[in-house]
Nanobody, 124 residues
Framework: QAHLVESGGGLVQAGGSLRLSCATSARTFSPDVMGWFRQAPGKEREFVAAVSRTDGSTRYAESVKGRFTISRDNAEITVYLQMNSLKAEDTAVYYC?????????????????WGQGTQVTVSS
């Protein structure tokens, strides 16, 4: 079974940037939609962004629009999340996930395979 492996998390000051990566462990595993979710302490996991392999379309949570950019390298089957102008409220564990469908969705149940998560901490 293919796995998703996130990397790139860490500690950064408010206003700084981080780039998260999510790689699949098998080249045969290339879902149409890949997404990023996050879970802050004491809160439910929430949608952050998603990208479609089919047409390159993207969708973002309102809270990250204009600051985060999701992209994917289909040749390497890797998804990236470029996070700029980070805020303390962006602190969370970030998860990469593979979508069940060929269209972008924002609900957690629409994603069926998850990475182990990577911690992002933004100090104010």
């Amino acid at each position: 079974q293919a796995h998703l492996v996130e990397s790139g998390g860490g500690l950064v000051q408010a206003g700084g940037s981080l780039r998260l990566s999510c790689a699949t462990s098998a080249r045969t595993f290339s879902p149409d939609v890949m997404g990023w979710f996050r879970q802050a302490p004491g809160k439910e996991r929430e949608f952050v962004a998603a990208v479609s392999r089919t047409d390159g379309s993207t969708r973002y949570a309102e809270s990250v629009k204009g600051r985060f950019t999701i992209s994917r390298d289909n040749a390497e089957i890797t998804v990236y999340l470029q996070m700029n102008s980070l805020k303390a409220e962006d602190t969370a564990v970030y998860y990469c996930a593979a979508g069940r469908y060929i269209y972008i969705t924002t609900t957690e149940t629409s994603y069926y395979r998850w990475g182990q998560g990577t911690q992002v901490t933004v100090s104010s």
